[in-house]
């Protein structure tokens, strides 16, 4: 076609058709046009001047008239298809870019079908959302892509229509061509002159053809690229029919569907599930219920029960110290209250009744309800008050607090009515107190000449009743933050003694036993015969214990008149004075002035009637028949593995696991090294005083670590040089996992070690009783120690044949030096090594040894009542 078209440019080169030319080319044209009537007339002029025929000119005019026009609506057609070519080609050039999206979705999704195809599980594969998402917008891309494909279709119907005027145009223009070919053979008939200006105009004619023929062709390269896009659309059509968009997005929504159904199963599978549960649970919360019902009313007979058995020790206390409240109150006679507080000292049911059932009763009311029963009542039981500066766990220093609430409740427990005086520590454990409150009563007490407010605190402790005295003098004798060492603690405890007794006389009270402990409280004895009996409260009679011979309570005789003694009096040889120096001693004097003196054990007795009575001896020979020695006993319900909060794991004599589960524990707790469970653990808890051994306490330190074993101590000086060898000692093992020195105060440490530990050393100079051999072996913890005072009465060496067998508890040696002592713990390690089996026995004999304080409970009771008795008899 291109070629035909060429050819028809004849010999004549085609002109490049510019803009200004093809404006030239109508002017000429309209120009031609114009002057074609004209040329009409003068052609007909002509035909008859120049014997042509007028009929080929008009012809030829007509002919070219025509070709004008089929220019024209040629040219029409052209910038027509170029525009639908611009068309086109935009639209291509977007489907295309739709198509490669679809492209790319497509081979993702057909990965996508690969990998559902190859059986991974639909959580894998499918998250169902995702899946919807993607699915919805697939589907848009297909409608849009629908609608784009009808698009192309109405397209390609406009250039079927263009196509079919481009043939037109093609048949017109070789129509033209034979007319023209015909016309210029007519044309060389013509003049020159005219000749030129029809060249002139066949040659516009020609570029006009040729710039044509180019659109024409140029619309033709557009149809082409039309036909290769519709070739590809085609092709798209098919890829998309054979990736099988639908079927895949069929399978996505038959996947779906199984998972909505699956989801749907379980839901109604849980639903029941739950419905089932919920059953359950309604059934289980009737259940519960009932047996909560049945557990309050069981509750509720087993207290009816214990009531009618009796109340705990508790509840009486508080009943004894509201009568004694309301005695020193002036609220009761002090006739009425003895009779009140023997009943409550009896246990009187009627009391207790009138008590439980006083709620919402006003104070008056319940004293008159109490008044009511105010009969007098007959008592085999005694009224034993202990004065004294220490009681365990609320004021511990050391045994002598253990003593105080040990044996006072071993004394309720017996029936007999026990109160305990202490002074009001500001640094006392008061957590440990139960209804502390003060009285609404402050008791004047003579001091130094002047009489003195002190308040008077209540409150219970380990179930025992206790009075709290706070001075309301300047010295702040009690708000020290410590217990003693105070340059004033002669006058301290001198005042305290005094308000003691005090308390007592103004109370009214009948007691039967004033217990005074330690030269603290030792003033007592001489204050209560020199100046209360006077007074006419004498019904009771005096104890004095001494649990340490070594603290006396000396002083300047003048000191004693502080707290109102007749110095004068009591200055003198058989009375106050000391035995070896011109000072008055307060233990001396309460050993002459009480009733009963005792010591903590039989061997201390014994020892401090020689050389261990400190220069007391003669004094307490003096006063022998008075004086016995009594072993201390230890709190069982304090110090009791079995239910020791303190410990990591309970344990007891037959279930000896906790043991080893406690001595692992302990030795996290001190980053001690726990390579080896059997490396015997050795330990000791102690003041750090000469008393308790300080030499050897060091040495078995050494001595352990040579053995191969662990050392653990926990322990304070008061004394400054001692405490800081001990502090260079701790730090000279600081990188040794196998030894701790804890240079400090911490019971519930304390109670972690006992339990700890395989071994526990007490190798004393002397010890009046010691507790700590006894808790160690509460604990399972055996004793190495040496033999002197209480420890003499309470460990008993195994290798000893002079002794029987089932007595035998522990390792002991006699004398005081660095051999003694390695004899004992090298023959307690060889035990511990070799003959596992027999360590064992002897861990649980010694666990199974009534330390209680039962049996000396007994023996105190038994000489109070001799004494009580003396006193019934002299009245
Ligand atoms: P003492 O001569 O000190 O009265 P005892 O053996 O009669 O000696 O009583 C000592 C009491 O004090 C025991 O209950 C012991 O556990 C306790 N104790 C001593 N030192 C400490 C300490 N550093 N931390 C905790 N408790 C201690």
Known sequence: MK??????????????????????????????????????????NSEDENGLPNIQLEDLVGMIQNTEKNILLLNQARLQALEHADKILKEKEALQQEINILEIK????????????????????????????ENMLLKDDITFFKAKLIEITETEESLFKLEKERALLDASLRELECAFIAAQSDMLKLGPMQHDAWWEKVENLEELLESTANQVEHATLVLDGYHDFQDKVDKLEASLGATNISEFCLYLVDVLKKRVKSIEERFQACNHEMHSQIELYEHSIVEFHDTLSKLIKESE???????????????????????????????????????????????????????????????????????????????????????????????????????????????????????????????????????????DVVVQSYFEGNMFANKIWTGTVEGLPVYFIEPQHPGKFFWRAQYYGEHDDFKRFSYFSRVALELLYQSGKKVDIIHCHDWQTAFVAPLYWDVYANLGFNSARICFTCHNFEYQGTAPAQDLAYCGLDVEHLDRPDRMRDNSHGRINV????????????????????????EGGRGLQDTLKIHSKKFVGILNGIDTDTWNPSNDRFLKVQYSANDLYGKSANKAALRKQLKMSSANASQPLVGCITRLVPQKGVHLIRHAIYKTAELGGQFVLLGSSPVPNIQREFEGIADQFQNDNNIRLLLKYDDALSHMIFAASDMFIVPSMFEPCGLTQMIAMRYGSVPVVRKTGGLNDSVFDYDDETIPMELRDGFTFLKADEQGFDSALERAFNYYHRKPEVWKQLVQKDMKIDFSWDTSASQYEDIYQRAAARARAAT
């Open 106 to 133: 497509l081979s993702e999704k057909g990965a996508q079908s690969e990998l559902s195809s190859k059986g991974m599980s639909d959580a894998e594969v499918l998250d169902f959302d995702v899946l919807k998402e």
């Open 587 to 610: 233990v001396k004097g309460a050993i002459v002035y009480s009733n009963i003196v005792t010591t903590v054990s039989p061997t201390y007795a014994q020892e401090v009637r020689s």
């Open 301 to 439: 007979k087993k207290s009816m029960e214990h009531y009618a058995e009796g109340m705990p020790s508790e509840f009486w206390s508080r009943i004894s110290l509201l009568i004694d409240g309301w005695s020193l109150e002036k609220k009761l006679s002090n006739n009425d209250a003895s009779i009140l507080r023997e009943m409550a000292w009896k246990r009187d049911i009627r009391l207790r009744e009138a008590y439980l059932s006083s709620r919402g009763m006003t104070e008056r009311e319940l004293i008159d309800s109490f008044l009511k029963m105010a009969l007098p009542g007959t008592s085999s039981g005694l009224h034993i008050v202990h004065i004294a500066a220490e009681m365990a766990p609320v004021a511990k220093v050391g045994g002598l607090a253990d003593v105080i609430s040990g044996l006072g409740k071993a004394l309720q427990k017996k029936g007999n009515l026990v109160e305990i005086i202490l002074p009001k520590y500001d640094c006392m454990q008061h957590n440990q107190i139960n209804n502390l409150k003060v009285l």
């Open 3 to 44: 070629d035909s078209r060429r050819r028809s440019t004849g010999a004549q080169p085609p002109q490049k058709s510019t803009p200004s030319a093809n404006y030239r080319n109508r002017v000429n044209i309209q120009r031609d046009r114009a002057g074609a009537s004209s040329d009409d007339e003068h052609q007909q």
